[in-house]
Every structure is written in C-alpha cells, then in structure tokens.
C-alpha cells in the first residue's frame, strides 16, 4: 500500500564537496540546486537549503547523511566502553587472523576505534542454544557502573556471549546502566552469530550514535520539515530510528546513488548497469543486475559492519582528488582530498593539484562552467598546480594533466572490476551508468578500457543520489539468530508480527542465510518454506561455480524485510529548448584522446529533439559536464538521459 502524500518532497544528499538539493513540487515537477558543504557545521547547510527550497511551506525530507561516516573515518566518535561477558574483553582488538594484504612485510597495524582500558567484562554466561547458566549480579554491575562513571565515558556497546540467542543477561545490564549516557546492546543493533562481527557492529553504533542522535536534534528543532533518513540497504528510515541505529546510515549517500542508477537504466532499456558516482572527494561503484547487489559483510575504514547494505565500493578518487609524486617517483592520485576546504587550486583557496584542476587545464571544465555558472573558478591557478607536479616528473603540463586522469581512471577501472569480474560478471553484459559532478567526464575513457559499449549520463546527473532519495521506499530489516535451533517458521511469524506492529501496511518479504554444514560462511538467499535449498543451490552455483543438492545445508539466520511504498517522481523529462534558445554549440579547444581538438560544446537543452551527434563534443548541464570522445555518438531519450554508444565501425 503506497502512501498518500501531497506535500513536497525534498532529497538532500551532503557530499565532501558540494550538498545537494533535488525539489519533487506537487505538481510533479523537479528542481535543483547545490551549496558548499560545511564539515564544521553540516546542519547549517542542510537547514539553508530547506529554506530556499520550501521556506514555509510543509515538505517531507529524505535526507542523507554522512555524520556517522565522517565520524568513523575521522576516528571523531564519543568516548565509548564496551561492556561484554568476562573474558572476552580483548575481542574487538584480535579481530580474525585474516590477512588483508597477504604479501606486505610491514602491514599497519589497524588500530581500534577504542582503547583496551575502556573495555569491561561482566560475569555472565548464556550458553549456544540460549540456555542462561549465569545471570550478571546486581552488586557487580552496580560497581560497573562506578567505573564506567569515573572512566567519563559517554556511550556504551553491551555485547555478551550469545546474546543473539537469548537477550536476557544483555537486558538485564541495560537497565542497571541506564542513566549513563547513550546506551544500544548488540540483540537490538546485531542480533547474529560471529563474535568479532556483532561486537565491532555494537561497538561502532555506540560509537557514533550520540553524534547522529544530537545532529537529528539540532535538525528537527530547527526546521519544520518531516525529516526521515537514507540507510545503507537503499531505504529509509525515521529519524527516531537513525538515533538508535545510526550504523545503517553509514553509506546512505551513496545507497541514494545505486536506486537513482537503476531507475535511469530501467528507463532506458539497461536493467543490467554498473553504476559510476563520482563526486568531490571519493567514487563509489555497485552492480545492479536488475536489482541492487546487497551484503552483509561490509568493511569501513577495517572495521566489519554486519548490518543489510548495498554492496558499494568506493575509492577515493574524486573531482578533490590530490596528485602527488611519492618517494620511488611515481604519479599517485588520492585517497586524499582537497575537500570543501581549501577545494581544487581552481576554487582560489589551495594550491595543490588535483584531478579537477586536470580537467581545467585540459580545456574540458572552463572557468564558468560548474554550476550553472554561479562558481568561477581561477584557471591560471589551476595551471600553475598541475605545473609544480609537471616539474617533478619533468614532463610537459599537458603531459602532467594527462597522465593525473589516468591514474585516476585506473583506480575507478579496478573498483569496478572488483564488483563485477571479482563477483562472477562480465562488465560488458552492463551499461555504465555515470553521475557526479566528475562521472560524465571520466565514464567513456573508463568504458573503453572495460569493454563496455554503452553509457548513461541520467538528466540530473550531479544529484542523482539525492533523486534518488526521493525514489527509495520505506524500509526495515529484521533478523534473528537460528543455527542449531529449531521452529525456524516460528521465528520468521515472531519477526513479522514485530515488522506488522511498527511498519503497519508494509509488504513483507522473508530471506534466510543458509551454507553447507560445515561451511564457514552462508549465503543470503529469498526462503521458501516448501523447498528451503532450491534457491541456496542455485545461487552457490552463480557464485562459486557449483553446488552440490545431496549435500545436507543448515539455516544460520533469518530475515524479515519489510517495505512502505511511498509516492515516486517520474523520470519523463519535462524540459523542454526554451523559445529562442540556440542550438549551435559554441566551439572550444579541448584535449581528449590523446590531441587538442576544435569541439562543439552543448548546453543539454540543446539536444532535445536532435539527432545523434559524434564525438568529440561535450555537453553541459547543471552540476554535471559529459565528456564524448572521438568514437562516440550521443543522444537523448524521452527520460532525459544522455544515452551514449561506442560507434562499432570507427
């Protein structure tokens, strides 16, 4: 059941670099527009853009929110003690004896979100099945909580032995520390097997909670707006629900980017796409074969997070992206940023080079040209960064430019091998769906190098993971431990009955993760009560190559999505040329494959009604640049998309 609304609907997406506003009127129309992001005051920026958008007039905001991620990956959170059963106090710091880098001698040792000093053991025991053998006494956790008050700590993770089983001992311990501050317990943030993984999930929520709890705050008090938030696993959530699992936000930004994606490539006939987002300060790419890739093994910043996500790997190379020569004399590209602040050498404030900066100097971003022209931006000292980089690998700027779009294309070209090749997928059966401020302007070079012959740059390229937004449904994820339990349709009636009570109307769908008895990891796969292994076979076999139906299989856990329709936008282009708009380009010199070359340069308005035109040219729109190479034709379909195919007889 969909729900009925006819206010205004408003998705925000806050980048590194720029946050972005898309309008959804009443009347169906849609709007956009960018302001500079503010690390030091994210709100304020949020709350600007709700007043240019809607000033007194009520909306609905689905908002997303990089509070939690930048917190983890500035290492920003509160400080957090983790209270778990006794002995197992160093868990979160031996983590899994996997390697990560296999052939390095001098790996870093990865350093955990929290000292060993604020880690408490309690004496509690619940056994495997559930079977509580010691419940926590009252006396010791009241001098756990002396301790935890004389440690001044301001959030904490309960984490106890099999508390996926049974929560009672980790229930029992809420309610004598209740008082202390921000409080979540691992059987409401990860009720799942794996020590490691629920303890570092429960960790980091406790982690950054109070900071997205206080950033909701400070939102909701100052704005009149119904704000809810994006999650990882490409829905939203309510923002009473983002304070208590403020963990499932961590990638909801660019979860807004992989549901914009596959709409624009159902739209245009792709519902295979790999999608291509890239922004200021990183890139992130998924695979959608018809539907978003999801995972529950994520890894931020080392850490594992056992929460549904979309399955997204990003990178740091963005249009920020600082180039540097390292000690043994070789071009690198990121993972550091120029950010918001001081911004590429063309934004006036820094002077290091950056992938931008390239693009300036190349002639394919000229000095009015980003957003709508409302940024100009310094070409001379764009020049003179990519110059000082020229000088250390004594090679001409043009050289040293060219050779800064490489490297940066070579690390977005491995990300998107590793969800595609590295997940069993031939990139060549997908289109390459680009967006971002930068994605147009790296997407044909980058499709060229995979094989890909098709790519679309969607008509509101620049904010797509916000439109995005606007296009994801209600969405909540239950689960629950069930290995060596029985009664597992029980279970999936317990969590469906939870699901009725807080989502009412929602559409309920049931999945399981199942393995092989005796495998160390499971598959997450749709449940059928009548035939449980039918979809566990066939999807072992996409996987890994082959399945084995004699082979007996256990359920690990099991899991209850439910999903609230709400009203969408339509992406049925409703621009349309202006009267007395031009359509002949106006020329520029450009360098692309390799030579300068006189290109016609387009507004996207431009190409409305016209027919196909050959590269090179480049097409401009408001908070997106499209490079077409030589080789290239280009045209628009009814949505708005630029649909771009590499010519077969060039």
């Not at 009241?142 to 106890?160: D, M, P």
Request: proline share 5%; with cysteine; net charge positive.
């Amino acid at each position: 059941m969909a729900q009925r609304t006819h206010r205004m609907r408003i998705g925000i997406d806050a980048g590194g670099t720029f946050t972005d506003f898309i309008v959804y009127h009443d009347s169906g129309a849609l709007e956009t527009f960018k302001l500079p992001s503010n690390p030091r005051s994210p709100a304020s920026v949020i709350l600007a853009g709700l007043e240019q958008a809607a000033a007194s007039r009520e909306a609905e905001v689905i908002h997303g929110s990089t509070v939690a991620t930048n917190a983890l990956l500035e290492r920003k959170g509160v400080r957090t003690a983790l209270v778990t059963t006794a002995g197992f106090e160093d868990v979160i710091h031996i983590g899994r004896q996997n390697r990560a880098e296999l052939y390095n001698l001098t790996p870093q040792l990865r350093v955990p979100i929290i000292p060993r000093s604020q880690c408490f053991g309690v004496r509690e025991r619940t056994w495997f099945d559930g079977a509580v053998a010691r419940m926590p006494s009252r006396a010791e956790l009241a001098r756990l909580k002396k301790r935890l008050r004389a440690a001044r700590v301001q959030s904490i993770a309960i984490c106890f032995l099999h508390a996926y089983q049974n929560s009672d001992n980790e229930r029992v311990a809420a309610e004598a520390l209740e008082g202390l501050g921000y409080l979540c317990a691992s059987h409401d943030v990860c009720p799942e097997f794996r020590e490691y993984e629920r303890t570092s999930t429960t960790l980091i929520n406790a982690y950054v909670g109070p900071l997205m709890d206080k950033y909701l705050a400070e939102l909701e008090s100052a704005s009149r707006q119904s704000i809810s938030i994006m999650q990882s696993n490409g829905g939203f959530m309510s923002t009473l629900e983002a304070r208590r699992h403020a963990i499932r936000t961590l990638l909801s930004g660019p979860a807004g980017g992989v549901v914009g994606a596959l709409e624009t490539g159902r739209l245009s006939g792709f519902p295979r796409i790999l999608g291509f987002d890239m922004g200021g300060t990183s890139t992130d790419v998924s695979l959608c074969d018809g539907a978003p890739r999801e995972t529950m093994e994520a890894v931020i910043d080392g850490f594992p997070v056992r929460v549904p996500m979309l399955d997204i790997h990003t990178v740091g190379a963005g249009g920020g992206s600082i180039a540097r020569v390292d000690e043994g004399g070789l071009l690198r590209v990121g993972p550091e940023s120029a950010g918001a602040v001081p911004g590429p050498a063309c934004y006036g404030a820094g002077d290091l080079p950056t992938v931008t900066d390239a693009h300036v100097v190349l002639g394919r971003i000229a000095a009015d040209q980003l957003i709508g022209g409302q940024m100009h931006l310094n070409v001379d000292r764009a020049a003179a960064a990519i110059d000082s980089l020229a000088r250390q690998l004594d090679i001409s700027r043009v050289a040293a430019a060219e050779g800064v779009l490489r490297v940066a294309n070579a690390n977005m070209e491995r990300a998107i091998r590793l969800v595609s090749v590295e997940r069993g997928y031939d990139p060549r059966d997908f289109a390459l769906v680009a967006f971002g401020g930068c994605g147009g302007l790296h997407a044909c070079e980058i499709a060229r190098e995979l094989g890909i012959r098709t790519v679309l740059v969607p008509e509101y390229a620049g904010a797509l993971s916000a439109l995005g937004m606007l296009m994801a449904d209600r969405v909540r994820d239950y689960a629950a431990g069930v290995l060596n339990r029985p009664g597992i349709e029980r279970e999936f009636d317990r969590l469906e009955r939870k699901a009725r009570k807080e989502l009412p109307g929602a559409t309920l769908a049931r999945f399981a993760d199942i393995r092989y008895t005796g495998q160390s990891y499971e598959l997450t796969v749709p449940w059928s009560a009548a035939h449980p292994a039918r979809a566990f076979h066939r999807e072992h076999r996409r996987v890994y190559g082959y399945s084995d139906p004699t082979r007996a299989i256990e359920v690990v856990i099991v899991r209850v999505r439910a999903k609230l329709a709400v009203k969408k936008p339509k992406l049925v282009s409703s621009r349309a040329r202006r009267p007395g708009f031009s359509v002949k380009p106006s020329i520029r010199r450009i360098h692309s494959a390799g030579a300068w070359r006189a290109t016609p340069v387009y507004r996207r308005e431009a190409l409305y009604g016209a027919a196909a035109l050959r590269g090179p040219a480049l097409v401009i729109d408001y908070g997106s640049t499209t490079l077409i190479p030589p080789g290239y034709r280009v045209s628009l379909d009814k949505s708005g998309t630029l649909k771009i195919f590499e010519i077969a007889d060039r």
